[in-house]
């Protein structure tokens, strides 16, 4: 017998929607923990989502350029 899974919403969680020009997962990942979290800092970003702190300068650049998020100080969150 094979099982099929079926998912149900949740009432009162949003999902969040990712920008449709985004195609990195990394750079899709960081936009979701930002979406979920609010704001965090280089070093919350790299120890929540093991990355490392290049790949994320990367990735915060592209997604600051793209006007998709902002940095104020040490903090990055969603525009």
Do not use: W
């Amino acid at each position: 017998m094979q099982g099929t899974m079926h998912s149900r919403p949740t009432a009162g969680i949003e999902t969040p929607s990712i920008p449709s020009d985004l195609e990195s997962p990394r750079a899709k990942l960081v936009y979701l923990f930002l979406s979920t979290h609010g704001e965090a800092s280089l070093s919350e970003l790299e120890s929540c989502l093991d990355m490392k702190k290049i790949s994320l300068y990367s990735i915060l650049s592209t997604l600051c350029e793209r006007g998709l998020i902002d940095q104020d100080a040490e903090r990055y969150r969603l525009c």
